[in-house]
């Protein structure tokens, strides 16, 4: 199959990266925290802006907006293999010993206009809700929601229906 990702300097990218058999590895916290530290030393080599975050328990959607000289994939084939060989380590395995942490692709999309930008927002914060984990988006700590009702995103109390008619590559 051959692979196709598209490259537009300075646009937004929506994110879908899964942990491999779909197994809910970011229940543990010090997992979570984990990606989200790896995340910050990624950025430090391929800045980025991030837009948006939720993080679920087997996988995670970021929007992210490269700012460098990097992209969205060098952004991601950063991020995978350091955060696996960190969690290597955090669970003892030496780092000869083969293992396969995340499904092999992530999913891209790249933003289109305000009404994609905000459709991809919505989907993502409500992903905790559609899973199952909470009834309300504000309830799940692992997202962005909350940051983006403190500017008025989100006036509250927001009624939620799930966002439809987009693919979100799940």
């Not at 080599?45 to 969205?72: A, D, K, R, W």
């Not at 109390?157 to 590559?169: A, L």
């Amino acid at each position: 199959m051959n692979f196709r990702r598209y490259y537009i300097p300075g646009s937004a990218v929506f994110i879908t990266q899964v942990v491999e058999s779909r197994l809910p590895i970011f229940q543990d916290k010090k997992l979570n925290e984990l990606l989200r530290e790896t995340l910050r030393n990624v950025k430090e080599i391929h800045p980025f802006t991030m837009l948006g975050y939720v993080f679920l328990y087997e996988h995670f959607h970021v929007m992210i907006q490269p700012t460098g000289e990097s992209n969205f994939s060098d952004i991601m084939h950063s991020l995978k293999p350091n955060f696996t060989k960190e969690y290597k380590k955090l669970v003892g395995l030496s780092s000869s010993q083969s293992m396969k942490f995340w499904q092999k692709r992530f999913w891209d999309h790249v933003i289109r206009d305000d009404r994609d930008f905000e459709n991809h927002l919505h989907y993502m914060h409500y992903n905790p809700v559609k899973h199952g984990y909470v009834t309300d988006p504000r309830d799940w700590v692992d997202s962005s929601y909350i940051e983006w009702e403190k500017l008025g995103l989100y006036p509250p109390p927001f009624k939620w229906d799930e966002p439809k008619d987009v693919d979100w590559g799940e």
